[in-house]
């Protein structure tokens, strides 16, 4: 098992955050389906600060970012 700390923003723009244990091997992917977020209201996606998509594996002591997409015109 691996452990990663999770920062979700959401409504009101204060981040939830979060520890969670994932088995070795997890992807950013699986991350959201153990918080049961679906990928469409997940804009950004950043690993300890850089930049990362659903694929991006995850390691032991990551930081991970949630940022829903941002709309407006």
Do not use: C, K, W
Request: hydrophobic share 40%.
């Amino acid at each position: 098992m691996i452990h990663v700390e999770v920062r979700l923003y959401g409504a009101g723009g204060r981040p939830a955050e979060q520890r969670v244990a994932l088995p070795e091997g997890s992807r950013i992917r699986d991350l959201l389906a153990r918080l049961a977020l679906p990928e469409t209201e997940v804009g950004v996606v950043l690993v300890n600060r850089g930049d990362a998509s659903f694929d991006t594996p995850l390691q032991e002591g990551d930081r991970v970012t949630l940022i829903p997409p941002i709309g407006g015109g």
